[in-house]
């Protein structure tokens, strides 16, 4: 069986990154792989030609610095124009477009609402206020002050105590946040704007809201997505003698407009994750009870919004007494990828058991007709038929289309990576012919199908964490079979990846 060595392990890597790397240089979208520090490792030909440079100007270079070379390594944004020391806070028209550049880079390159406003909120002050507060309309049209926070000598201190529900937007108010939060307007206000009698209880938050912090000037605007008002941002400074201009709105109009389309994205990602893991989870199988053989598995979505939908493991009889196993991972994290998903799981559920065919054949038939009748470009997946043999021993079939390779552990705890019958990922080459192999099953073996989030992690190269699976799976050979994935999970599972995982493992149980 062998003693899953090092090599072995390599080699399997090795194969792994050929693969992909030829992939994904033919694709027409352009493509980056960076390392541990945000640097540029490799890049496809599309991403040369969109950038208009040779790989050598730009391997080695900070992803962000390339893009937008007025952001910092870390992420933050270098300081323009006038800062905390600074008499005033009048900026250029350089130094606003430079302000919009900086926001638009830390709302894309950060998918969390919160952290992405708070590094926005960083951008601005003190800059150009002393205060910035951010208040949302939530999905079920509830209001609440999200984030204020304060610039001042000691840096930037979040005021909890003046954060929390809102009152209901009026319907018709002329206040100035009740417009921002309308998108009706915005608006220059001061404390005199709200010492008047309050016409709504949002007027009167306000009005605590300048005596609290002591504000003397400030702007308000709209937070507007494409399709939605999602709430309003306002500054405000604390010496009178600054107020701020029309020029100023006007840039604060565009930074809300910037901060509407990354909340709105942010929904539209956590409905679709919603969506997708419930999809996924009325498609996920119930598994069969082959006769003689232990079986079970596990899917864990992701904890990202952004990444979910493409995962599977599946099982079934087919007519001839076999069973039919099959790993699987659609190229995508959306919901597209679970739809595509379950149109590539029914397409081959039909195709093997509608013809007593060899695993390899079956899936050449699947490639063939993949692009015709799915919204699936790419996917990668085991096929597997879990035979009996005239002895009475079990015995495994499969074919590899670009998927992690199955790990075959036996009752010693020896291990190896069934790293045969290996081909290229579905949607790559549809006309080439596929390997099969085949391998006995020894009795007490556990037989283990994984997807790539199980092994794959931003910190460290793959064969770490092929060799973490291998030690682990080898370390809880004893336990009960639901015990065992359950522990590899949590032993083998990085801890930095926001990846979806399935999980599908046999035991053939030992002779008596």
């Avoid at 308000?220 to 399709?227: F, Y």
Wanted: one cysteine or more.
């Amino acid at each position: 069986m062998g003693d899953g060595t090092d090599a072995s392990t390599q080699n399997v890597q090795d194969v792994l990154q050929q693969e992909l790397v030829a992939v994904l240089d033919r694709l027409g979208v352009g493509l980056l792989a960076l390392d541990g520090q945000k640097r540029i490792v490799w890049t496809n030909t599309a991403s040369l030609a969109l950038l208009s440079c040779s790989a050598e100007e730009i391997v080695g270079r900070d992803i962000q610095t390339l893009l937008h070379p007025d952001v910092r390594a870390d992420g933050g944004a270098r300081r323009r124009g006038a800062g905390p020391s600074s008499s005033t806070r009048t900026l250029s028209e350089r130094d606003r477009l430079a302000l919009l550049a900086d926001t638009t880079a830390q709302l894309i390159y950060n998918i969390d609402v919160d952290e992405s406003l708070r590094r926005v909120v960083d951008l601005l002050l003190p800059r150009i206020a002393d205060w910035a507060v951010i208040d949302l309309i939530t999905e079920t049209d509830e209001v609440n002050r999200s984030l204020v926070v304060h610039a001042h000598s000691g840096g930037l201190k979040i005021r909890e105590d003046l954060q929390g529900p809102m009152p209901p937007v009026p319907a018709s108010s002329p206040m100035p946040l009740s417009k921002a939060l309308r998108g009706v307007a915005s608006t220059l206000a001061g404390p005199e704007t709200y010492d008047v009698p309050p016409d709504s209880a949002v007027a009167v938050e306000q009005r605590k809201l300048f005596t609290a912090t002591g504000i003397k000037t400030a702007a308000l605007a709209p937070v507007k997505g494409p399709s939605e008002v999602l709430g309003a941002i306002t500054l405000g400074r604390t010496a009178g003698e600054e107020p701020f201009t029309q020029a100023d709105l006007d840039l604060l109009e565009n930074i809300g407009r910037r901060i509407g389309i990354a909340l709105e994205n942010a929904r539209h990602y956590q409905r679709q994750r919603q969506v997708a893991a419930t999809m996924q989870r009325y498609l996920l199988p119930q598994l069969p009870r082959p006769a003689g053989v232990e079986m079970t598995a596990r899917y864990l979505p992701s904890p990202d919004a952004s990444h979910v939908g493409g995962d599977w493991y599946d099982a079934f009889p087919l007519p001839n007494g076999d069973t039919a196993l099959v790993i699987g991972d659609v190229v995508g994290h959306d919901l597209e990828a679970a739809a595509g998903m379950a149109q590539l799981r029914n397409m081959l559920r039909a195709y093997t058991w509608a013809q007593d065919d060899p695993p390899h054949h079956t899936v050449e038939r699947l490639d063939r007709a993949m692009s015709h009748i799915t919204d699936v470009s790419m996917a990668t997946l085991v096929l597997a038929r879990l035979t009996i043999e005239p002895s009475g021993h079990r015995a495994l079939r499969w074919t590899n289309a670009g998927h992690p390779p199955p790990l075959l552990l036996d009752s010693t705890g020896r291990t190896r990576f069934l790293g045969e019958g290996r081909g290229i990922l579905l949607g790559a080459s549809a006309d080439r012919s596929r390997p099969e192999a085949r391998v006995h099953l020894p009795p007490g073996s556990t037989l283990l199908f994984y997807t790539d989030g199980l092994i794959e992690s931003r910190g460290r190269p793959l064969d770490a964490g092929l060799k973490r699976l291998r030690e682990a799976a080898a370390d809880l050979r004893r336990r009960q079979l639901d015990d065992f994935v359950d522990e590899l999970l949590v032993r083998s599972r990085p801890a930095d990846n926001d990846d979806d995982v399935a999980l599908l493992a046999i035991r053939i149980p030992p002779t008596p």
